[in-house]
């Protein structure tokens, strides 16, 4: 079974913190994601990476910036954390090819910014 | 540029009717659907694709090309089907979805 595991179920900050959100998978996969999920809104997409070192911005990028040094792990970091970053942050990753492009997704991280 | 509408933000239905959640999209080329679910306190998963043409849970859902639909159907709704739904579209050659905004399906016992 695909594992993504997100470092923190819940998290709270303030105005203005820098915020590291960790992602990591198990299943040796090539793409992974960042996104933002709001009532009303869906899951938009802030980052994607599709290979160590790699990224690609997504539809709602500004405020926020991603790490992915080693393939398994992708960063999502909030430089200076401001109250409408407040949401529900899922990861997720898929390989490629062969029909194998389900995206697996983590627990969600739900970031309070105050 | 694709886009997937849901037009529903809510859905209630009585257990034991036909279910129906719609999607649909915007996109000049060949896409490929997807219908994620999320039940309560789990994580977001894939439902069914329609490349593969399989019925899950009794769920069915058919490309129509001519009216740009992805429509989820049940038959019998049960009240474990209570949940949020998500429409996603993939472009050729892309690894990226688009998502729609969700319909939040509820079973009536």
């Known amino acids: 079974d695909v594992k993504v595991t997100q470092s923190s179920r819940y998290l709270v900050k303030r105005t203005g913190e820098k915020v590291f959100l960790e992602c990591v998978q198990d299943m040796d996969h090539e793409n992974m994601f960042w996104y933002r999920q709001d009532p009303g809104l869906g899951l938009r997409l802030i980052y994607f990476?599709?290979?160590?070192?790699?990224?690609e911005k997504g539809d709602i990028p500004e405020g926020y910036s991603v790490s992915r040094e080693k393939k398994e792990r992708f960063s999502l970091i909030l430089e200076s954390a401001s109250t409408n970053q407040t949401s529900m942050y899922l990861c997720?990753?898929?390989?490629?090819?062969?029909?194998?492009?389900?995206?697996?997704f983590g627990p969600g991280t739900r970031l309070t910014v105050l | 540029a694709q886009r997937v509408t849901q037009p529903e933000k809510l859905l209630s239905v009585f257990k034991g009717a036909p279910v129906e959640l719609k999607c649909n999209y915007s996109?000049?080329?060949?896409?490929?659907l997807f219908w994620y679910v999320q039940y309560s306190r789990q994580r977001l998963q894939l439902l069914l694709r329609?490349?593969s043409r399989e019925s899950i849970k009794g769920f069915t859902a058919d490309l129509n090309k001519g009216e740009t639909s992805f429509h989820l159907k049940k038959p019998f709704a049960q009240e474990e089907d209570s949940a949020m739904y998500y429409c996603?579209?993939?472009?050729?050659?892309?690894?990226?979805?688009?998502f729609g905004t969700g319909t939040r399906l509820t079973i009536i016992p």
């Open positions: 997720a990753s898929t390989s490629i090819g062969q029909g194998t492009d389900t995206q697996y």
């Open positions: 990476s599709y290979d160590v070192k790699m990224k």
């Open positions: 996603a579209l993939r472009s050729f050659g892309n690894e990226k979805l688009t």
């Open positions: 329609h490349i």
């Open positions: 996109y000049s080329g060949s896409p490929e």
